[in-house]
Protein backbone atom coordinates (compact mmCIF):
# COMPACT_ATOMS: atom_id res chain seq x y z
CA UNK A 1 0.00 0.00 0.00
CA UNK A 2 2.89 2.14 0.81
CA UNK A 3 4.23 2.01 -2.45
CA UNK A 4 1.04 2.60 -4.09
CA UNK A 5 0.81 5.64 -2.43
CA UNK A 6 4.25 6.56 -3.12
CA UNK A 7 4.01 5.30 -7.27
CA UNK A 8 0.12 7.12 -7.31
CA UNK A 9 1.43 10.81 -8.08
CA UNK A 10 4.48 9.28 -10.48
CA UNK A 11 1.98 7.55 -12.37
CA UNK A 12 -0.95 10.24 -12.91
CA UNK A 13 2.15 12.39 -13.88
CA UNK A 14 3.25 10.41 -16.49
CA UNK A 15 -0.07 9.63 -17.59
CA UNK A 16 -0.92 13.53 -17.61
CA UNK A 17 2.04 13.93 -19.49
CA UNK A 18 1.35 11.75 -21.99
CA UNK A 19 -2.15 13.40 -22.29
CA UNK A 20 -0.80 16.80 -22.56
CA UNK A 21 1.32 15.88 -25.29
CA UNK A 22 -1.83 14.55 -26.91
CA UNK A 23 -3.48 17.42 -26.34
CA UNK A 24 -1.12 19.59 -27.63
CA UNK A 25 -0.86 18.15 -31.20
CA UNK A 26 -5.02 18.39 -30.84
CA UNK A 27 -4.43 21.95 -29.82
CA UNK A 28 -1.87 22.50 -32.83
CA UNK A 29 -3.66 20.92 -35.31
CA UNK A 30 -7.16 22.99 -33.98
CA UNK A 31 -5.33 26.34 -34.43
CA UNK A 32 -3.89 25.53 -38.04
CA UNK A 33 -7.33 24.46 -39.22
CA UNK A 34 -8.86 27.70 -37.74
CA UNK A 35 -5.98 29.84 -39.68
CA UNK A 36 -6.15 28.18 -42.84
CA UNK A 37 -9.53 28.05 -42.98
CA UNK A 38 -10.16 32.18 -42.16
CA UNK A 39 -6.82 32.91 -44.27
CA UNK A 40 -8.69 31.79 -47.39
CA UNK A 41 -10.95 34.90 -46.93
CA UNK A 42 -8.83 37.37 -45.69
CA UNK A 43 -7.44 39.20 -49.19
CA UNK A 44 -11.61 38.64 -50.53
CA UNK A 45 -12.76 41.99 -48.84
CA UNK A 46 -10.20 44.54 -50.95
CA UNK A 47 -10.64 42.36 -54.33
CA UNK A 48 -14.40 43.14 -54.08
CA UNK A 49 -13.97 46.40 -53.51
CA UNK A 50 -12.20 47.21 -56.36
CA UNK A 51 -14.94 45.92 -58.15
CA UNK A 52 -16.97 48.08 -60.29
CA UNK A 53 -20.66 47.07 -59.70
CA UNK A 54 -19.49 48.28 -55.86
CA UNK A 55 -17.94 51.28 -57.28
CA UNK A 56 -20.62 52.04 -59.02
CA UNK A 57 -22.99 52.10 -56.60
CA UNK A 58 -21.40 53.46 -54.17
CA UNK A 59 -20.93 56.60 -56.56
CA UNK A 60 -24.40 56.47 -57.64
CA UNK A 61 -26.54 55.20 -54.42
CA UNK A 62 -29.58 56.09 -55.67
CA UNK A 63 -29.71 53.94 -58.79
CA UNK A 64 -31.69 50.90 -58.65
CA UNK A 65 -30.05 49.13 -61.41
CA UNK A 66 -26.45 49.46 -59.62
CA UNK A 67 -28.27 48.41 -56.21
CA UNK A 68 -29.54 45.32 -58.20
CA UNK A 69 -25.76 44.63 -59.69
CA UNK A 70 -24.09 44.97 -56.49
CA UNK A 71 -26.05 42.85 -54.39
CA UNK A 72 -26.18 39.96 -57.68
CA UNK A 73 -22.46 40.47 -57.67
CA UNK A 74 -22.37 39.78 -54.39
CA UNK A 75 -24.60 37.00 -53.47
CA UNK A 76 -22.68 34.82 -56.46
CA UNK A 77 -19.07 35.85 -54.97
CA UNK A 78 -20.59 34.69 -51.68
CA UNK A 79 -22.38 31.02 -53.10
CA UNK A 80 -18.86 30.73 -54.97
CA UNK A 81 -16.72 31.03 -51.90
CA UNK A 82 -19.37 29.53 -49.07
CA UNK A 83 -19.15 32.42 -47.02
CA UNK A 84 -22.01 33.11 -44.71
CA UNK A 85 -23.05 37.16 -46.33
CA UNK A 86 -21.14 39.69 -48.03
CA UNK A 87 -22.37 43.06 -47.54
CA UNK A 88 -21.33 46.70 -48.23
CA UNK A 89 -21.79 49.37 -46.17
CA UNK A 90 -22.06 53.19 -46.88
CA UNK A 91 -19.77 55.55 -45.16
CA UNK A 92 -22.43 55.97 -42.60
CA UNK A 93 -21.96 52.21 -41.63
CA UNK A 94 -25.60 51.75 -43.78
CA UNK A 95 -26.06 48.86 -45.49
CA UNK A 96 -26.54 49.89 -49.05
CA UNK A 97 -26.14 46.27 -51.11
CA UNK A 98 -25.88 42.17 -49.66
CA UNK A 99 -25.62 38.86 -50.81
CA UNK A 100 -29.02 37.90 -48.82
CA UNK A 101 -30.73 41.04 -49.86
CA UNK A 102 -33.18 38.65 -51.08
CA UNK A 103 -34.24 36.76 -47.94
CA UNK A 104 -36.34 37.73 -44.82
CA UNK A 105 -33.28 38.50 -42.38
CA UNK A 106 -31.76 40.83 -45.27
CA UNK A 107 -28.75 42.91 -43.81
CA UNK A 108 -29.90 45.69 -46.26
CA UNK A 109 -31.46 49.16 -44.32
CA UNK A 110 -29.32 47.27 -41.49
CA UNK A 111 -26.59 50.03 -39.80
CA UNK A 112 -23.36 48.05 -38.28
CA UNK A 113 -21.71 51.62 -37.47
CA UNK A 114 -20.99 50.28 -33.83
CA UNK A 115 -18.90 47.44 -35.15
CA UNK A 116 -15.62 47.70 -34.99
CA UNK A 117 -14.91 46.62 -38.58
CA UNK A 118 -16.59 49.71 -39.61
CA UNK A 119 -14.48 51.71 -37.73
CA UNK A 120 -11.41 50.06 -38.68
CA UNK A 121 -12.17 50.39 -41.88
CA UNK A 122 -13.61 53.82 -42.78
CA UNK A 123 -10.10 54.05 -40.86
CA UNK A 124 -8.89 52.78 -44.28
CA UNK A 125 -7.31 49.06 -42.41
CA UNK A 126 -8.42 45.81 -42.72
CA UNK A 127 -9.84 44.56 -40.09
CA UNK A 128 -11.59 41.38 -38.39
CA UNK A 129 -13.79 40.82 -35.78
CA UNK A 130 -16.03 37.68 -34.85
CA UNK A 131 -19.27 38.64 -33.20
CA UNK A 132 -22.82 36.91 -32.66
CA UNK A 133 -24.55 38.69 -36.04
CA UNK A 134 -27.75 41.04 -34.61
CA UNK A 135 -29.35 40.48 -37.48
CA UNK A 136 -29.01 36.82 -38.45
CA UNK A 137 -28.35 35.08 -34.86
CA UNK A 138 -25.25 33.61 -36.30
CA UNK A 139 -21.89 33.67 -35.41
CA UNK A 140 -19.58 35.08 -37.44
CA UNK A 141 -16.16 35.82 -38.40
CA UNK A 142 -16.15 39.37 -40.25
CA UNK A 143 -13.39 40.25 -42.66
CA UNK A 144 -13.72 43.89 -43.78
CA UNK A 145 -11.84 46.66 -45.84
CA UNK A 146 -12.70 50.61 -47.24
CA UNK A 147 -13.73 50.74 -50.53
CA UNK A 148 -11.63 53.63 -52.34
CA UNK A 149 -13.15 55.84 -54.72
CA UNK A 150 -10.02 57.74 -56.42
CA UNK A 151 -8.32 57.58 -53.12
CA UNK A 152 -11.85 58.42 -50.83
CA UNK A 153 -12.86 55.38 -48.66
CA UNK A 154 -16.70 55.94 -49.20
CA UNK A 155 -17.69 52.55 -47.73
CA UNK A 156 -16.82 49.26 -46.47
CA UNK A 157 -17.04 45.78 -47.87
CA UNK A 158 -17.33 43.24 -45.06
CA UNK A 159 -17.45 39.46 -45.63
CA UNK A 160 -18.78 37.38 -42.82
CA UNK A 161 -17.76 33.66 -42.17
CA UNK A 162 -20.19 31.21 -40.54
CA UNK A 163 -18.43 29.58 -37.72
CA UNK A 164 -20.48 26.64 -36.98
CA UNK A 165 -18.99 25.07 -40.14
CA UNK A 166 -15.66 24.81 -38.29
CA UNK A 167 -17.07 23.83 -35.36
CA UNK A 168 -18.96 21.03 -36.70
CA UNK A 169 -16.20 19.93 -38.21
CA UNK A 170 -14.17 19.25 -34.70
CA UNK A 171 -14.18 15.85 -33.54
CA UNK A 172 -16.61 14.62 -30.61
CA UNK A 173 -13.92 13.43 -28.66
CA UNK A 174 -12.22 13.65 -25.41
CA UNK A 175 -10.84 16.50 -26.69
CA UNK A 176 -12.71 19.92 -26.45
CA UNK A 177 -11.83 22.43 -28.32
CA UNK A 178 -12.72 26.03 -27.31
CA UNK A 179 -12.29 29.12 -28.04
CA UNK A 180 -12.61 32.28 -26.14
CA UNK A 181 -12.12 36.29 -26.66
CA UNK A 182 -9.46 38.51 -25.23
CA UNK A 183 -12.49 38.81 -22.52
CA UNK A 184 -12.52 35.45 -21.82
CA UNK A 185 -16.18 35.03 -23.03
CA UNK A 186 -16.16 31.51 -24.74
CA UNK A 187 -17.30 32.50 -28.36
CA UNK A 188 -16.60 28.98 -30.17
CA UNK A 189 -17.11 25.28 -28.35
CA UNK A 190 -17.82 21.76 -29.27
CA UNK A 191 -19.83 21.99 -26.27
CA UNK A 192 -23.03 24.17 -27.20
CA UNK A 193 -23.28 24.92 -23.15
CA UNK A 194 -20.10 26.64 -23.18
CA UNK A 195 -21.18 28.93 -25.34
CA UNK A 196 -21.12 32.77 -24.18
CA UNK A 197 -19.72 31.32 -20.87
CA UNK A 198 -16.71 33.14 -19.33
CA UNK A 199 -13.38 31.63 -18.27
CA UNK A 200 -13.18 34.79 -16.13
CA UNK A 201 -14.62 37.25 -13.92
CA UNK A 202 -17.29 39.10 -15.42
CA UNK A 203 -16.03 42.16 -14.38
CA UNK A 204 -18.39 45.54 -15.08
CA UNK A 205 -15.50 46.63 -17.38
CA UNK A 206 -15.51 43.87 -19.43
CA UNK A 207 -19.40 43.71 -19.93
CA UNK A 208 -18.88 47.41 -20.74
CA UNK A 209 -16.36 46.73 -23.37
CA UNK A 210 -18.17 43.46 -24.92
CA UNK A 211 -21.92 45.84 -24.57
CA UNK A 212 -20.21 48.16 -27.11
CA UNK A 213 -19.42 46.30 -29.46
CA UNK A 214 -22.32 44.39 -29.33
CA UNK A 215 -20.37 41.46 -29.96
CA UNK A 216 -22.72 39.14 -28.57
CA UNK A 217 -25.87 40.60 -29.77
CA UNK A 218 -28.80 39.90 -26.97
CA UNK A 219 -26.80 36.32 -25.98
CA UNK A 220 -27.03 36.17 -21.75
CA UNK A 221 -23.36 36.08 -20.67
CA UNK A 222 -22.37 33.86 -17.75
CA UNK A 223 -19.93 33.13 -15.85
CA UNK A 224 -18.39 28.97 -16.18
CA UNK A 225 -18.56 27.60 -12.86
CA UNK A 226 -15.45 25.79 -12.84
CA UNK A 227 -12.26 25.92 -10.57
CA UNK A 228 -8.65 25.32 -11.88
CA UNK A 229 -5.90 23.83 -9.47
CA UNK A 230 -2.16 23.05 -10.61
CA UNK A 231 -0.61 19.60 -10.96
CA UNK A 232 3.01 19.94 -11.29
CA UNK A 233 3.16 22.37 -14.77
CA UNK A 234 -0.62 20.98 -15.74
CA UNK A 235 -3.49 23.28 -15.52
CA UNK A 236 -6.33 21.04 -14.41
CA UNK A 237 -9.82 22.48 -14.21
CA UNK A 238 -12.76 21.27 -13.18
CA UNK A 239 -16.03 21.83 -14.69
CA UNK A 240 -20.03 21.02 -13.86
CA UNK A 241 -21.75 19.69 -16.39
CA UNK A 242 -25.43 20.24 -17.30
CA UNK A 243 -25.85 17.02 -15.04
CA UNK A 244 -24.16 18.54 -12.12
CA UNK A 245 -21.56 15.94 -12.17
CA UNK A 246 -17.90 17.77 -11.98
CA UNK A 247 -15.64 16.65 -14.78
CA UNK A 248 -12.01 17.13 -14.74
CA UNK A 249 -10.20 18.23 -17.91
CA UNK A 250 -6.55 18.66 -18.58
CA UNK A 251 -6.22 22.21 -20.42
CA UNK A 252 -4.15 23.48 -22.69
CA UNK A 253 -4.40 27.14 -24.62
CA UNK A 254 -2.78 28.91 -27.61
CA UNK A 255 -3.24 32.79 -27.97
CA UNK A 256 -3.38 33.64 -31.87
CA UNK A 257 -2.80 37.16 -32.02
CA UNK A 258 -3.70 37.79 -35.85
CA UNK A 259 -6.96 36.38 -34.47
CA UNK A 260 -7.44 37.70 -31.25
CA UNK A 261 -8.59 35.32 -29.85
CA UNK A 262 -7.14 32.43 -28.16
CA UNK A 263 -7.90 28.62 -28.97
CA UNK A 264 -8.05 26.56 -26.10
CA UNK A 265 -8.34 22.23 -25.63
CA UNK A 266 -9.75 20.74 -22.48
CA UNK A 267 -9.14 16.80 -22.28
CA UNK A 268 -11.50 14.63 -20.10
CA UNK A 269 -9.21 13.23 -17.57
CA UNK A 270 -11.38 10.12 -16.88
CA UNK A 271 -9.13 8.26 -19.47
CA UNK A 272 -6.21 9.06 -17.57
CA UNK A 273 -7.35 8.94 -14.13
CA UNK A 274 -8.35 5.44 -14.72
CA UNK A 275 -5.25 4.41 -16.66
CA UNK A 276 -3.96 5.88 -13.44
CA UNK A 277 -6.22 3.57 -11.33
CA UNK A 278 -5.94 0.88 -13.53
CA UNK A 279 -2.05 0.83 -13.36
CA UNK A 280 -2.19 1.05 -9.46
CA UNK A 281 -4.22 -1.63 -9.44
CA UNK A 282 -2.12 -3.71 -12.10
CA UNK A 283 1.39 -2.66 -9.36
CA UNK A 284 -1.01 -3.42 -6.07
CA UNK A 285 -2.00 -6.66 -7.70
CA UNK A 286 1.60 -7.63 -8.86
CA UNK A 287 2.60 -6.53 -5.09
CA UNK A 288 -0.18 -8.70 -3.44
CA UNK A 289 0.83 -11.43 -5.81
CA UNK A 290 4.53 -11.43 -5.54
CA UNK A 291 3.47 -10.59 -1.65
CA UNK A 292 2.03 -13.85 -1.65
CA UNK A 293 4.55 -15.85 -3.62
CA UNK A 294 6.62 -14.69 -1.08
CA UNK A 295 4.84 -15.51 1.58
CA UNK A 296 3.93 -19.14 -0.23
CA UNK A 297 8.23 -19.65 -0.20
CA UNK A 298 8.49 -18.40 3.25
CA UNK A 299 5.98 -20.72 4.53
CA UNK A 300 7.15 -23.57 2.17
CA UNK A 301 11.13 -22.65 3.43
CA UNK A 302 9.34 -22.83 7.16
CA UNK A 303 7.57 -26.07 6.57
CA UNK A 304 10.95 -27.43 5.28
CA UNK A 305 12.76 -26.36 7.82
CA UNK A 306 10.76 -28.13 10.40
CA UNK A 307 10.52 -31.34 8.32
CA UNK A 308 14.92 -30.97 8.39
CA UNK A 309 14.64 -30.37 11.89
CA UNK A 310 12.40 -33.30 12.76
CA UNK A 311 14.71 -35.21 10.67
CA UNK A 312 17.11 -34.21 12.44
CA UNK A 313 15.60 -34.85 15.57
CA UNK A 314 14.46 -38.72 14.38
CA UNK A 315 18.32 -38.60 13.18
CA UNK A 316 19.22 -37.61 17.03
CA UNK A 317 16.42 -40.04 18.84
CA UNK A 318 17.51 -42.84 16.52
CA UNK A 319 21.14 -42.35 17.12
CA UNK A 320 20.62 -42.08 20.93
CA UNK A 321 18.57 -45.37 20.71
CA UNK A 322 21.30 -47.21 18.52
CA UNK A 323 24.24 -45.60 20.96
CA UNK A 324 21.79 -46.70 24.06
CA UNK A 325 21.52 -49.96 22.66
CA UNK A 326 25.41 -50.28 21.89
CA UNK A 327 25.96 -49.73 25.09
CA UNK A 328 23.50 -51.69 26.35
CA UNK A 329 25.45 -54.72 24.35
CA UNK A 330 28.74 -53.38 25.11
CA UNK A 331 27.53 -53.57 28.77
CA UNK A 332 26.34 -56.83 28.19
CA UNK A 333 29.31 -58.00 26.36
CA UNK A 334 31.88 -56.88 29.19
CA UNK A 335 29.69 -59.08 31.41
CA UNK A 336 29.88 -62.01 29.53
CA UNK A 337 33.83 -61.02 29.11
CA UNK A 338 33.67 -60.89 32.97
CA UNK A 339 31.66 -64.03 33.05
CA UNK A 340 34.12 -65.68 30.49
CA UNK A 341 37.15 -64.59 32.38
CA UNK A 342 35.65 -65.60 35.70
CA UNK A 343 34.58 -69.00 34.46
CA UNK A 344 38.25 -69.37 32.68
CA UNK A 345 39.49 -68.08 36.26
CA UNK A 346 37.16 -70.71 37.74
CA UNK A 347 38.42 -73.23 35.34
CA UNK A 348 41.93 -72.03 35.90
CA UNK A 349 41.97 -72.71 39.66
CA UNK A 350 39.86 -75.75 39.06
CA UNK A 351 42.31 -77.04 37.08
CA UNK A 352 45.02 -75.65 39.19
CA UNK A 353 43.37 -77.89 42.26
CA UNK A 354 42.57 -80.87 40.66
CA UNK A 355 46.14 -80.77 39.49
CA UNK A 356 47.69 -79.93 42.70
CA UNK A 357 45.07 -82.79 44.19
CA UNK A 358 46.28 -85.24 41.75
CA UNK A 359 49.86 -84.38 42.02
CA UNK A 360 50.28 -83.81 46.21
CA UNK A 361 48.75 -87.26 46.52
CA UNK A 362 51.42 -88.37 43.25
CA UNK A 363 53.72 -87.19 45.34
CA UNK A 364 53.56 -87.25 49.16
CA UNK A 365 52.67 -90.77 48.66
CA UNK A 366 56.20 -91.55 47.24
CA UNK A 367 57.55 -88.91 49.60
CA UNK A 368 55.56 -90.43 52.83
CA UNK A 369 56.93 -93.61 51.87
CA UNK A 370 60.48 -92.96 51.01
CA UNK A 371 60.75 -91.23 54.53
CA UNK A 372 59.44 -94.06 56.19
CA UNK A 373 62.23 -96.00 54.73
CA UNK A 374 64.82 -93.80 55.21
CA UNK A 375 63.93 -93.86 58.52
CA UNK A 376 64.20 -97.50 59.35
CA UNK A 377 67.12 -97.61 57.09
CA UNK A 378 68.94 -95.48 59.21
CA UNK A 379 67.17 -97.91 62.25
CA UNK A 380 68.39 -100.84 60.70
CA UNK A 381 71.90 -99.99 59.80
CA UNK A 382 72.50 -98.51 63.59
CA UNK A 383 71.64 -102.11 64.28
CA UNK A 384 74.26 -103.72 62.30
CA UNK A 385 71.67 -104.94 59.73
CA UNK A 386 72.57 -103.81 56.29
CA UNK A 387 71.37 -106.26 53.69
CA UNK A 388 67.94 -104.75 54.80
CA UNK A 389 68.68 -101.49 55.00
CA UNK A 390 70.00 -102.09 51.79
CA UNK A 391 67.00 -103.46 50.48
CA UNK A 392 64.85 -100.11 51.97
CA UNK A 393 67.88 -97.76 50.24
CA UNK A 394 66.29 -99.90 46.41
CA UNK A 395 63.00 -99.66 47.26
CA UNK A 396 63.85 -95.94 47.94
CA UNK A 397 65.43 -95.46 44.49
CA UNK A 398 62.02 -96.91 42.85
CA UNK A 399 59.93 -94.73 44.55
CA UNK A 400 62.23 -91.27 43.60
CA UNK A 401 61.89 -92.90 39.58
CA UNK A 402 58.44 -93.15 39.84
CA UNK A 403 58.58 -89.40 41.01
CA UNK A 404 61.03 -88.55 38.24
CA UNK A 405 58.67 -90.13 35.84
CA UNK A 406 55.82 -87.99 36.91
CA UNK A 407 57.72 -84.94 36.27
CA UNK A 408 58.96 -86.25 32.99
CA UNK A 409 55.05 -86.44 32.37
CA UNK A 410 54.66 -83.14 33.60
CA UNK A 411 57.45 -82.06 31.58
CA UNK A 412 56.13 -83.28 28.14
CA UNK A 413 52.71 -81.33 28.54
CA UNK A 414 54.50 -78.34 27.83
CA UNK A 415 55.13 -79.64 24.25
CA UNK A 416 57.63 -78.62 21.41
CA UNK A 417 55.37 -78.43 18.55
CA UNK A 418 58.32 -77.10 16.62
CA UNK A 419 60.30 -80.27 16.56
CA UNK A 420 61.52 -81.22 13.15
CA UNK A 421 59.04 -84.60 11.74
CA UNK A 422 60.38 -87.48 9.82
CA UNK A 423 59.24 -90.94 8.26
CA UNK A 424 58.74 -93.28 11.27
CA UNK A 425 58.03 -97.01 10.35
CA UNK A 426 55.34 -97.71 12.61
CA UNK A 427 56.65 -100.99 13.26
CA UNK A 428 59.91 -99.70 14.88
CA UNK A 429 57.78 -97.53 17.37
CA UNK A 430 55.68 -100.40 18.04
CA UNK A 431 58.14 -102.25 19.45
CA UNK A 432 59.78 -99.61 21.72
CA UNK A 433 55.66 -98.77 22.95
CA UNK A 434 56.00 -102.70 23.93
CA UNK A 435 58.67 -102.39 26.20
CA UNK A 436 57.33 -99.37 27.99
CA UNK A 437 53.24 -101.17 28.12
CA UNK A 438 54.12 -104.53 28.58
CA UNK A 439 54.51 -104.60 32.33
CA UNK A 440 50.79 -102.73 32.75
CA UNK A 441 49.47 -104.99 29.76
CA UNK A 442 50.43 -107.96 32.26
CA UNK A 443 49.32 -106.34 35.66
CA UNK A 444 46.06 -106.05 33.81
CA UNK A 445 45.98 -109.29 32.19
CA UNK A 446 45.09 -108.00 28.88
CA UNK A 447 46.30 -109.10 25.34
CA UNK A 448 47.41 -106.56 22.71
CA UNK A 449 46.74 -108.03 19.00
CA UNK A 450 48.45 -106.52 16.78
CA UNK A 451 47.99 -106.28 12.78
CA UNK A 452 50.31 -103.12 11.00
CA UNK A 453 49.46 -105.13 7.22
CA UNK A 454 52.32 -105.70 4.88
CA UNK A 455 54.32 -103.32 4.01
CA UNK A 456 53.67 -102.08 8.09
CA UNK A 457 53.20 -98.42 7.08
CA UNK A 458 55.41 -95.16 7.76
CA UNK A 459 54.15 -92.10 8.77
CA UNK A 460 55.38 -88.39 9.18
CA UNK A 461 56.07 -88.54 12.69
CA UNK A 462 58.14 -87.68 15.46
CA UNK A 463 59.20 -91.31 17.07
CA UNK A 464 59.04 -90.25 20.54
CA UNK A 465 56.24 -88.24 20.93
CA UNK A 466 54.61 -91.36 18.57
CA UNK A 467 55.07 -93.42 21.04
CA UNK A 468 54.42 -91.21 24.07
CA UNK A 469 50.44 -91.38 22.47
CA UNK A 470 50.46 -95.20 21.50
CA UNK A 471 51.75 -95.79 25.40
CA UNK A 472 49.14 -93.35 26.61
CA UNK A 473 45.95 -95.05 24.66
CA UNK A 474 47.73 -98.32 25.22
CA UNK A 475 47.50 -97.92 29.12
CA UNK A 476 43.87 -96.52 28.70
CA UNK A 477 43.03 -99.65 27.14
CA UNK A 478 44.45 -101.86 29.74
CA UNK A 479 42.62 -99.29 32.55
CA UNK A 480 39.32 -100.51 30.05
CA UNK A 481 39.62 -103.98 30.39
CA UNK A 482 41.48 -104.79 33.56
CA UNK A 483 38.55 -107.17 35.51
CA UNK A 484 36.89 -107.73 32.46
CA UNK A 485 36.02 -111.05 31.19
CA UNK A 486 37.65 -110.80 27.19
CA UNK A 487 40.43 -108.56 27.78
CA UNK A 488 41.78 -108.27 24.25
CA UNK A 489 42.56 -105.31 22.47
CA UNK A 490 43.33 -104.95 19.36
CA UNK A 491 45.86 -102.52 17.27
CA UNK A 492 45.36 -102.23 13.62
CA UNK A 493 47.29 -99.55 10.94
CA UNK A 494 46.11 -99.17 7.01
CA UNK A 495 47.34 -96.62 4.92
CA UNK A 496 44.84 -95.19 2.84
CA UNK A 497 45.85 -92.73 -0.19
CA UNK A 498 48.09 -89.80 1.54
CA UNK A 499 47.28 -91.25 5.58
CA UNK A 500 47.70 -93.82 7.72
CA UNK A 501 44.79 -94.92 10.14
CA UNK A 502 46.03 -96.52 13.27
CA UNK A 503 42.77 -97.99 15.62
CA UNK A 504 42.84 -99.32 18.89
CA UNK A 505 40.12 -101.16 19.92
CA UNK A 506 39.27 -102.33 23.43
CA UNK A 507 36.56 -104.25 25.08
CA UNK A 508 35.60 -102.45 27.85
CA UNK A 509 32.72 -100.50 28.84
CA UNK A 510 33.31 -98.09 25.98
CA UNK A 511 32.90 -94.10 26.57
CA UNK A 512 29.52 -92.74 27.21
CA UNK A 513 28.82 -90.10 25.12
CA UNK A 514 27.87 -87.73 27.86
CA UNK A 515 31.61 -87.38 28.38
CA UNK A 516 33.26 -88.24 25.16
CA UNK A 517 33.38 -84.60 24.02
CA UNK A 518 35.42 -83.76 27.42
CA UNK A 519 38.03 -87.00 27.25
CA UNK A 520 40.42 -84.99 25.52
CA UNK A 521 39.89 -81.97 28.27
CA UNK A 522 43.12 -81.63 30.05
CA UNK A 523 42.95 -82.65 33.70
CA UNK A 524 39.57 -84.40 32.91
CA UNK A 525 39.75 -88.31 34.43
CA UNK A 526 37.06 -90.44 35.30
CA UNK A 527 39.35 -92.20 37.60
CA UNK A 528 40.15 -92.64 41.18
CA UNK A 529 42.83 -90.03 42.95
CA UNK A 530 46.00 -91.36 42.90
CA UNK A 531 45.49 -93.25 39.17
CA UNK A 532 44.39 -90.88 36.68
CA UNK A 533 46.20 -87.24 35.93
CA UNK A 534 43.51 -86.30 33.01
CA UNK A 535 46.43 -85.49 30.97
CA UNK A 536 47.32 -88.20 29.02
CA UNK A 537 44.62 -88.31 26.18
CA UNK A 538 44.86 -84.31 25.98
CA UNK A 539 48.65 -84.49 25.43
CA UNK A 540 48.16 -87.09 23.18
CA UNK A 541 45.34 -84.83 21.21
CA UNK A 542 47.87 -82.26 20.51
CA UNK A 543 51.06 -84.20 19.59
CA UNK A 544 48.85 -85.64 16.87
CA UNK A 545 47.57 -82.41 15.93
CA UNK A 546 51.41 -81.12 16.06
CA UNK A 547 51.71 -83.78 13.12
CA UNK A 548 49.09 -82.64 11.24
CA UNK A 549 46.94 -86.02 11.90
CA UNK A 550 43.88 -86.42 13.88
CA UNK A 551 43.00 -88.39 16.96
CA UNK A 552 39.15 -89.35 17.75
CA UNK A 553 37.01 -91.47 20.02
CA UNK A 554 33.94 -93.54 19.03
CA UNK A 555 32.12 -96.87 20.58
CA UNK A 556 32.74 -99.88 18.68
CA UNK A 557 29.36 -101.07 17.44
CA UNK A 558 30.23 -104.48 19.83
CA UNK A 559 30.98 -103.00 22.56
CA UNK A 560 34.18 -101.44 23.78
CA UNK A 561 36.11 -98.00 23.24
CA UNK A 562 38.10 -97.47 19.86
CA UNK A 563 40.41 -94.45 19.42
CA UNK A 564 41.12 -93.69 15.70
CA UNK A 565 44.85 -91.93 15.06
CA UNK A 566 45.17 -90.75 11.13
CA UNK A 567 48.63 -89.35 10.12
CA UNK A 568 49.97 -88.44 6.91
CA UNK A 569 51.74 -91.04 5.42
CA UNK A 570 55.75 -90.72 4.72
CA UNK A 571 56.84 -90.98 1.20
CA UNK A 572 60.22 -92.50 2.48
CA UNK A 573 58.16 -95.67 2.79
CA UNK A 574 58.84 -96.47 -0.86
CA UNK A 575 62.25 -96.16 -0.46
CA UNK A 576 62.52 -98.06 3.02
CA UNK A 577 60.44 -100.65 1.24
CA UNK A 578 62.81 -101.22 -1.71
P1 LIG B 1 43.59 -90.63 32.84
O1 LIG B 1 43.90 -91.93 32.16
O2 LIG B 1 44.66 -90.20 33.78
O3 LIG B 1 42.23 -90.60 33.48
P2 LIG B 1 43.34 -89.70 30.18
O4 LIG B 1 43.41 -88.38 29.59
O5 LIG B 1 44.28 -90.69 29.62
O6 LIG B 1 43.55 -89.52 31.70
O7 LIG B 1 41.90 -90.27 30.07
C1 LIG B 1 40.82 -89.48 30.39
C2 LIG B 1 39.59 -90.28 30.63
O8 LIG B 1 39.14 -90.84 29.41
C3 LIG B 1 39.72 -91.43 31.52
O9 LIG B 1 39.64 -91.02 32.89
C4 LIG B 1 38.54 -92.29 31.09
O10 LIG B 1 37.36 -91.92 31.72
C5 LIG B 1 38.43 -92.05 29.66
N1 LIG B 1 39.04 -93.12 28.86
C6 LIG B 1 40.29 -93.07 28.29
N2 LIG B 1 40.50 -94.23 27.63
C7 LIG B 1 39.37 -94.99 27.76
C8 LIG B 1 39.02 -96.30 27.26
N3 LIG B 1 39.85 -97.07 26.51
N4 LIG B 1 37.80 -96.81 27.64
C9 LIG B 1 36.96 -96.02 28.38
N5 LIG B 1 37.25 -94.79 28.86
C10 LIG B 1 38.47 -94.30 28.55
Redo the contacts with the bound molecule.
Sequence with gaps: MLAAGISSPFLRRSFLDEASSQAASTLSLAVAALNGHLRRYEALPALIADKDDIQDLLTRPDQKSFTANANHYLRAINTLVKSSDIYLLDDTGATIAASNFDQTASFVGENFSYRPYFHEAIAGREARFYALGTTSGKRGYYFSAPVRIFGTIRGVIVVKVDVDQIEASWPEAESRIIVTDPEGIIFMSGNRDWLYASLKPLTEERLARTRASRRYSDAVLRELPMTETRFRDHVLVTLSGKDGAAREYLALEEHVPDAGWTVHVLMDTTSVNSQTRTAMIVIVLSLLLAGFGLLVLIQRKVRRDEQLQMEIRAKAELERRVEERTSDLADVNQKLRETQADLIQAAKLAGLGQMSAALSHEFNQPLAAVRNYAESAALLMARGRTAEASDNVSRITKLVDRMASLGQHLRNFARKPNERLGAVPLANVLTDTLEIVAPRLNAAGARLEIDLGDPAPVVLAGPVRLQQVLV?IIT??A??VEGREVRVIELAARETGDSVIITLR?H????PPA?AAR?FDPF????GVGK???????ISYNIVKDFGGELSVSNHEEGG?MFQITLAAAQQRMEAAQ
Design positions: NNADADGEGVIIFTTKGLGLGLSA
